[in-house]
């Protein structure tokens, strides 16, 4: 049973006065944050920090400096700005994966252990190389 109703009538409120109540509750809306957590996933030198680092400085030229190495990236999105459907802020994270043959296989690291809760995995390859597509295909799906 809701306690508040009825409330009107008890505290001898006009009926036509009941919607000025409180009307900051119906005006106040609160930002849409999303997040998501992405896995690159790479041969070295193929641009998966340049890529991780892109997501978040979309609107700026070429680099020129080198991208410093870390283990993930965050980008902040304002996705008002965007020509999507959707408002609010989008909080990205980005994971740099290192080639598969540099990751353990008896004890891998965590974030590759819980690889199934990335929203995205890309997937970057040599485009000079052909053989790398082959090879991170076969890593992972083996």
Known sequence: MNPYRGYAQRQNIPRQNVRLLNPEIRTKTRRRERRASIAIIGYSRAGKK????RFGAMNE?????EIASQYDYVANINLDTR???GTGDLIMRSYVVPPPEDLPRE???RYFRAIHHFAVLVFICSVVDKSSFVDIVMKFTT
Not at 50 to 53: I, S
């Open 107 to 109: 004890f891998p690291p």
């Open 83 to 85: 020509e999507i459907n």
């Open 50 to 53: 340049t890529l991780a680092y």
């Open 61 to 65: 030229g070429p680099f020129e400096e």
